[in-house]
């Protein structure tokens, strides 16, 4: 593990506090050390080792103003990923709100939005286009009954001229808006039953739906917001396991690894962190 020495700054002559990596080289700090040597998860690791060395004995206040600032700096800077700092800022017990946004989080979140804003106007000529299918639907049942009972039957008349016309229309209208939405005339129907007219980027909720999340939400919101709700731009949502009975449940091994099995039962054993532990998110996305 690296380590702060003193040597002489060449450029004052007086000894000042360098951070010294594991291969040896010096950097003016220890940030600066980690944005170049590591990847993102040693990132995570190292930072934690470095704050529980610190923090150890610690709780309360210190770690609070202290620990947890620290890391929500490293989060909103990028140099710790979301998925990491998040999960080790809920072992350290802390209740502190978070409301610094990890820079990965942001992207990712930006995303998420304009993938609805696409789907949103992929969608905005529902109403009209649904009025259209329904026309087509009706005209198109009334055209073949009429014809195959006059040519069947000898009853009634066949369709008009007139009706012949506009169904060819109408065919030539649903085709458009069949490949405008990507699938076949068949598929139209649910397709058009998509109602989605409270959503906008300052106000939404995003959806736990497994296959709407396989679609839309990246692995980054999965494993740090989850679901979640925006209310005039700001994200609300509460890091929590709920469910969390021990560590060392196959769903902790899975959801983020060997090193964080280890860290939770860690923090369970010391009793820092127990059911109910948690803390609330409140970022601001900047959309008004």
């Not at 890391?71 to 990028?78: P, Q, R």
């Not at 529902?126 to 198109?140: C, H, I, N, V, Y």
């Not at 598929?187 to 739906?209: A, F, H, I, K, R």
């Amino acid at each position: 593990m690296g380590a702060y020495v003193t040597r002489v700054d060449p450029a004052s002559n007086k000894n000042r506090k360098y951070y010294k990596a594991d291969d040896g080289k010096l950097y003016n700090d220890y940030n600066a050390a980690a944005s170049v040597n590591m990847s993102p998860q040693a990132r995570a690791q190292r930072f934690l080792g470095e704050k529980v060395e610190q923090a150890k004995g610690l709780l309360g206040n210190v770690r609070d103003n202290t620990v947890v600032p620290a890391l929500d700096n490293a989060m909103e800077s990028g140099i710790v990923p979301g998925k990491e700092g998040m999960y080790i800022r809920y072992l350290s017990g802390t209740e502190k709100p978070l409301t610094q946004m990890p820079a990965d989080v942001r992207a990712a979140e930006a995303q998420v939005t304009q993938k609805k804003v696409t789907e949103q106007e992929k969608y905005s000529h529902m109403p009209s286009a649904g009025k259209t299918f329904k026309e087509w639907q009706d005209l198109s049942d009334s055209v073949k009954s009429k014809n195959q009972m006059f040519n069947m039957y000898g009853k009634g008349s066949p369709a008009t001229q007139q009706e012949e016309s506009r169904l060819q229309q109408l065919d030539s209208q649903v085709d458009a808006i069949a490949d405008r939405l990507g699938v076949s005339i068949y598929d139209l129907p649910e397709s058009l039953n998509y109602n989605d007219g409270t959503w906008s980027q300052t106000n939404q909720t995003v959806s736990g739906n497994a296959a709407y999340r396989s679609a839309v939400v990246p692995d980054t919101i999965e494993k740090t917001l989850g679901q979640y709700v925006v209310k005039d731009g700001i994200i609300e949502d509460r890091y929590d396991f709920n469910e969390f009975m021990k560590p060392g449940d196959k769903w902790t091994r899975d959801w983020n690894g060997e090193g964080v099995l280890q860290s939770g039962r860690a923090a369970h054993a010391l009793g820092i962190i127990k059911p109910g532990s948690g803390y609330d998110v409140r970022f601001d996305t900047g959309r008004r």
